[in-house]
T-cell receptor, first 113, second 116 residues
Framework: DGGITQSPKYLFRKEGQNVTLSCEQNLNHDAMYWYRQDPGQGLRLIYYSQIVNDFQKGDIAEGYSVSREKKESFPLTVTSAQKNPTAFYLC????????????FGPGTRLTVL | AQTVTQSQPEMSVQEAETVTLSCTYDTSENNYYLFWYKQPPSRQMILVIRQEAYKQQNATENRFSVNFQKAAKSFSLKISDSQLGDTAMYFCAFNPAETSGSRLTFGEGTQLTVNP
């Protein structure tokens, strides 16, 4: 089945630690995205990548980093510089041949202890 | 830059009735896509319906339909015969069609509750 997977589903981190969230897609999409969602709020764009080995900052990139070494993978690292990282993180991918519709993964809930 | 506004933070409807969620947007683009996404309590984002700006005909998907008014920059979602499973947060989103991999601009969302 084609789709997007995110792992882990729940993640706990101690303050001062970096942590990496995984996002993999087998839809052959060129573009991938990372969003942050806080309780009762909308989605805010962290980073996005339109092609392998290239990515752009979104609206709230500070304290986060990404890489795009493979088409199907777009991991997000939450660094210790992110002051309030506890949130729900969603990964998505899209293709221009599908109206730029974004397909979403199931999300990762990150909690800083 | 584009903006998307959903002016109804919360709405409720009785099961089997019809409800309309509002969305307005601002853009200087002529060709674009508009989407409604649903986020149930599981938090999985699910596409409900898509509208292409160059199509005058309003999109429909079973019980879901839109009222797309391009001149007014309005894109409302109508849910007919509401079901308990329609309870979710609904997000309106805009995407410029000309650029591959371009970002979606989301509204703040409308929490819809369907009451039995």
């Amino acid at each position: 089945d084609g789709g997007i997977t995110q792992s882990p589903k729940y993640l706990f981190r101690k303050e001062g630690q970096n942590v990496t969230l995984s996002c993999e897609q087998n839809l052959n999409h060129d573009a991938m995205y990372w969003y942050r969602q806080d309780p009762g709020q909308g989605l805010r764009l962290i980073y996005y990548s339109q092609i392998v080995n290239d990515f752009q900052k979104g609206d709230i990139a500070e304290g986060y980093s990404v890489s795009r070494e493979k088409k199907e993978s777009f991991p997000l690292t939450v660094t210790s510089a992110q002051k309030n990282p506890t949130a729900f993180y969603l990964c998505a991918s899209s293709s221009a041949s599908s109206y730029n519709e974004q397909f979403f993964g199931p999300g990762t809930r990150l909690t800083v202890l | 830059a584009q903006t998307v506004t959903q002016s109804q933070p919360e709405m409720s409807v009785q099961e089997a009735e019809t409800v309309t969620l509002s969305c307005t947007y601002d853009t200087s683009e002529n060709n674009y896509y508009l989407f409604w996404y649903k986020q149930p309590p599981s938090r999985q984002m699910i596409l409900v319906i898509r509208q292409e700006a160059y199509k005058q005909q309003n999109a429909t998907e079973n019980r879901f339909s839109v009222n797309f008014q391009k001149a007014a920059k309005s894109f409302s979602l109508k849910i007919s015969d509401s079901q308990l499973g329609d309870t979710a947060m609904y997000f309106c989103a805009f995407n410029p069609a000309e650029t591959s991999g371009s970002r979606l601009t989301f509204g703040e969302g409308t929490q819809l509750t369907v009451n039995p």
